[in-house]
């Protein structure tokens, strides 16, 4: 009979080991659920209509406005004629106001509004 009991308190053993095992494998199958529910909403957004967008939309708007408003060096690459007569065009618009800035200080009252706008003595 001994050994009958020692079979039984050897499969009872396991039983517990089993037990937790299975308490163990739940609660991580839990946390594993979780972190793809947040992973989920993080990075698609929430399903709500004023709800947060979610990594993967954000980028796509950053992506949408750079091409929508590239740096000047890629606009001038892609068009050369525009961007030189754009240059071009700025250069005459800066030199005709700093030409008509130099005429307006000529004036005695509007000079000395500037001197006192700048406040230089």
Not at 13 to 41: G, I, P, W
């Amino acid at each position: 009979m001994e050994k009958y009991d020692q079979i039984l308190a050897a499969l009872a053993a396991q039983n517990e080991e089993r037990q937790v095992m299975v308490r163990d494998l739940k609660s991580l199958a839990e946390t594993v659920k979780e972190f793809q529910d947040t992973y989920l909403v993080d990075m698609r957004g929430e399903g709500k209509v004023n709800g947060f967008k979610g990594l993967i939309a954000e980028v796509q708007w950053i992506k949408d406005e750079v091409v929508k408003h590239p740096s000047i060096s890629s606009w001038a690459a892609r068009q050369p004629y525009k961007a030189l007569v754009s240059a071009i065009g700025g250069f005459i618009g800066a030199v005709t106001l700093w030409f008509a800035l130099h005429a307006l200080a000529s004036i005695p009252a509007v000079e000395a509004w500037f001197l006192k706008l700048l406040g230089l003595p």
